[in-house]
């Protein structure tokens, strides 16, 4: 039988007793933190791991906890703060880090130049793990390796293996760190922020001394220019040297034997006023394949009297004997140049050409132009005018605010067929005139035993008016027609004999364009006076302000309804006013 060696009783029911001195309740660690790091921990002295056991403590200890039996059974007093938790250093100074600039000189040999040199650097201390690193900042061609100098490490402060520690640096301070003696000289703001937090005192902020070399470097060094001729051949090749012009043209031989135009590419250098002509070459085209027309020399533009009587093939021209040679004034796109006997067609030239001649030479560079061909009578003049402007033709636009307002708006005419043939004698058209589009429509009224089947005689187009150029046309419009008026259409010649009374109302509308002959010969066709015209306006004004404002239902039985302006006769009517 188990005997209770803790109390001296049986190990039984009802003979056990709970231990009130134990507070601890959880299983035991192994592993306890120490700055961040897990290290084993010792076990408790006696027979078990926990260090909070009765037979560990003594008899006043004991004593103690039997007074403060209530704190333990009922709880601890809720009014003291509880314990703080602890943060491991991994956790607390996670990414925070301590950033120092300093310097360090270096010893330079074998050079009448510089006797040392000054390498700035900066040194990072990290909190988490006490690690140290220093870099150097890279300067742009300084023919150093650069960069990172200590990789980051716990670093040695003496010859015993202390280590560096955060407390141990300060600026104004020489560090040593493998040999090398670094001078700390700032710090940055979080820096300083910490230290001071700390109860450090840091010392005041230094400079880095200048780098002697580098001021000798920056000093303006004392040259000397040997003068030349502006025209000097160093000169030119310096700064003109692989700078073409490149010219698009067209070898015109169409007068020799089976000649024809070919494509050529024309290079002008402008180091030496040099020219070569390379020609291209298309597949399958039965020529040889030359790679160059004419090889890259200086062409003459105008050689010496005495030269010209000798063959070129017989007498070489010499320098000498050339009074000038082809400059790039005398290329301009669009225009024609001979060389060698041969003539040029300039059509193009390349953006670095183009750009050249603009900050050289403005007046000399002209835009290819772009020949419209004539109208050839298919479509309207606006539709192929398109085809000449872009790769795939738009529409033309149109006035869309003109289209809206005159919309559904015909002006119509009665006209007949002005010929010399008899059978035409008889023939009635009515031609239409759109006010939305200015476009003319023709048709033919059907007459009864005359052997000619009326209908559509042209289709709706604008029309032009006779002996006007196709580039330019200029069409009919509303202020041509005239009662009596000849208007010709593509040839057939009509003779204006009436027309609806809505064209007089409309061209009296806009008379300030409208010249007076034709809106005399409309008012002569249908019997109206100017002046008639506004006294009944004026009259019908009169009526209405003599009608009474009261509210009033009017029924009128109109009986007859003589067509005129603004004006309806009304020969019985019936008016009820309820």
Not at 41 to 70: C, F, K, M, Y
Not at 109 to 130: A, Q, S
Not at 370 to 391: A, K, R
Request: aromatic share 10%.
């Amino acid at each position: 039988m188990s005997i209770n060696t803790r109390h001296g009783l049986p190990f039984l029911p009802g003979n056990s007793f709970r231990d009130l001195t134990k507070s601890a309740f959880h299983r035991a660690q192994t592993l306890g933190f120490k700055n961040g790091y897990a290290l084993p921990r010792r076990p408790a002295v006696g027979t078990g791991q926990d260090p909070l056991l009765s037979v560990n403590i003594s008899h006043s200890e004991r004593n103690q906890l039997i007074r403060d039996i209530p704190k333990l059974t009922y709880g601890t007093d809720t009014h003291r703060p509880p314990p703080l938790d602890f943060i491991p250093a991994h956790a607390a100074y996670d990414k925070k880090v301590l950033r120092f600039y300093g310097y360090f000189r270096q010893e330079v040999l074998h050079t009448p130049d510089e006797h040392f040199c000054i390498r700035p650097v900066v040194i990072y201390y990290h909190l988490e793990d006490d690690s140290m690193c220093v870099t150097e900042p890279p300067v742009e061609n300084s023919g150093i390796p650069q960069g990172k100098l200590i990789k980051r490490q716990r670093l040695p402060k003496n010859q015993r293996g202390d280590l560096y520690h955060w407390k141990d640096l300060n600026v104004g301070m020489d560090m040593s760190l493998f040999g090398t003696v670094y001078r700390i000289t700032r710090c940055d703001a979080f820096t300083q922020v910490f230290m001071e937090s700390q109860g450090i005192v840091l010392n005041e902020s230094e400079s880095i001394p200048n780098d002697p070399y580098t001021i000798r470097r920056a000093q303006a060094q004392q040259t000397h220019i040997t003068p030349y001729d502006h025209n000097h051949q160093l000169e030119r090749f310096l700064a003109l040297d692989r700078q073409v012009l490149r010219f698009y043209a067209l070898w015109d031989d169409s007068d020799s034997l089976y000649g024809e135009k070919r494509p050529v590419t024309l290079h002008y250098y402008l180091v030496d006023d040099s020219v070569d002509i390379c020609e291209h070459h298309e597949a399958n085209s039965g020529r040889d394949p030359f790679p160059v027309l004419l090889h890259r020399q200086k062409v003459p533009k105008h050689i010496k009297s005495t030269c010209e009587p000798f063959p070129s093939c017989v007498l070489e021209v010499s320098p000498q004997d050339v009074k000038e040679y082809f400059c790039p004034q005398d290329f301009r796109v669009g225009e024609e140049v001979t060389l060698m006997g041969r003539r040029f067609l300039l059509y193009d030239c390349d953006d670095f050409t183009r750009k050249y001649y603009e900050q050289n030479h403005p007046d000399f560079l002209l835009k290819p132009l772009t020949v419209i061909p004539p109208y050839n009578g298919f479509g309207s003049l606006e539709d192929s005018l398109q085809n000449c402007l872009s790769l795939i033709p738009e529409p033309p636009k149109k006035d869309v605010i003109k289209l809206l307002e005159n919309d559904n708006k015909v002006l119509r005419y009665i006209a007949r067929l002005d010929s010399q043939n008899p059978l035409d004698e008889g023939r009635r058209f009515i031609l239409s005139y759109y006010l939305s589009d200015d476009m003319i429509s023709v048709f033919e009224r059907s007459t009864r035993n005359s052997g000619i089947i009326g209908g559509k005689f042209l289709e709706k187009t604008r029309v032009p008016k006779p002996g006007n150029s196709v580039e330019n046309p200029e069409y009919f419009g509303p202020a041509d027609f005239s009662i009596g008026a000849t208007v010709e259409v593509f040839g057939h010649r009509f003779v204006l004999m009436d027309a609806d009374r809505y064209v007089l109302s409309y061209l009296e509308s806009l008379s300030h364009h409208i010249p007076e002959h034709t809106l005399s010969s409309l008012r002569q066709k249908f019997g109206v006076s100017q002046t008639s015209d506004q006294e009944e306006q004026h009259e019908g004004k009169k009526c209405v302000l003599l009608w009474p404002m009261q509210p009033t239902v009017i029924k009128i039985k109109v009986l007859y309804w003589k067509t005129s302006i603004c004006k309806i006769n009304i020969f019985e009517a019936h008016l009820c006013i309820i």
